[in-house]
Structures are given as structure tokens and as C-alpha cells.
């Protein structure tokens, strides 16, 4: 726990580097576009597949209107965005993890250098497809939120902070381990960084404060990978955040 705290307010201090305000303001604005397209786009769809007439045995003939469908399913997704926002923010950030990894250690850890870098369509892949897997997961959650109501937060916080935490956490320890062993770091550190993942998430219920959240995250994650590579190599003294 001592490590976290410490991760935590290492991250909140350095909220004054441009580089971090940069990828907030970057997140927020994609994410803005996200849900608005696909809100726009979900209406439209809706709205078109649902148009003209449907003839029911014994209730007869049905006239839907594709405009008033579509215009409906459009403000209904909109208004989802309000429990979307957060994981479509998170998930938007994860383009910019490595900006924010590049900050934390050259102002903390100028002793260590990524041995490994990304082509940019690995990147892009990669966090399109964190995106699909926030969007279904949490769109999949809105099921189990109306059904165990009471269970809704416990829900949400474990869902996301093991979605948030694996991904956090790999992209930090992919610039200095590869992308294998990264993985096989994650298997071996699962719980403590599915709680780790929990803790931030928890902010996320404050409304403002949820959106800087993904950027602390992440910095946290690499404070954290940093110390824990630290102690398995018994280098406190050399990786140690100055």
C-alpha cells in the first residue's frame, strides 16, 4: 500500500507538466466525438432499419417512423454517455500511455530507458481495441446494473479496475519488457494490480475528477512498475523516483 500512496502522490504532483494536461485535454475531446458518433450513428441506424410499415398477424399493420426512432435512440445513447463517459475516457487515453510513461521517467526514473518501441499501427491497434473492450463490457454492464442494482457500484469498480489496471499496467511494462513478458508480468502481478486498478477507479464517480483519472492511472502504473522491477531486481537504490 505503501508503494500505491507513494505512486499516487508522485503522479498528482507532476499534474503541472504540459504533457500531462496535454493528453486530459486530447482524452476528453475524443471521447466527446466518440459518443457523439456513436449516438449519431446508433440513431441512424436504428432510424433507418426500423422505417416504413410492419404487417403482425391478428394486430395488423404497424407504421413506424424512422425519424422519431432515430431521434429517440439517439438521445437515449447520448444520455448512456453519461455512465460511458468514464470508460470511453479511459480508453482514449490509453493512445497517449506512452506520453504520459515518456514524462513520468525522464523527470523520475532518467536512469532507465525503454528497450522497447511500438510501430504507431500496433499502438493505434491496440487501443482501438482496448476501446471495443471497454464499450462492450461496460454497455454488457448496464445489464447487470438494472438486475443487481444494489450490487451496481461493486459492479462497475470491479469490472473497471481490472480493465484499467491489465491495460495500465502492459503498457507500462511493454516499453521496457516486450510485449510477451509484459503479459506474463501481468499474470504474475494479476491481483494487486486488479486492486490497484479499483482504487482509481473509485474517483471515477466524482464527476470532473473522473476525467483526469485515466492520466493519474497511468502514471501511477508506471510509478509502480518501476518500483516493483526495482525490488525483483534488488536496484532500489538506482530506479528510486527522485
Known sequence: MTQITR???????????RR??????????LAIVALWALAAGGGSVLGWLFS???????????TFSGSLIGWGAFWIILGLSVFLMVPVASA???????DVARAVEERHYPNTQAQYSSKLSEEVRESLGFLGTMLVANLIALIF???FTVFAPIIFWSLNGYLIGREYFYMAAKRHLGRDTALSAFRDHRFRVWMCGVIFVLPMSVPLLNLLVPVLAAASFTHLFQGWMADRNGQRNLNHPR
Open 92 to 98: 482514449m487515453s490509453a493512445f497517449f500511455v506512452d
Open 7 to 17: 505512486a499516487i502522490a508522485l503522479s498528482i504532483s507532476q499534474f503541472s507538466d
Open 52 to 62: 416504413g410499415d410492419l404487417t403482425l398477424p391478428w394486430i395488423g399493420t404497424i
Open 20 to 29: 500531462f494536461q496535454r493528453v486530459v485535454l486530447k482524452s476528453i475531446v
Open 145 to 147: 446494473y438494472a438486475l
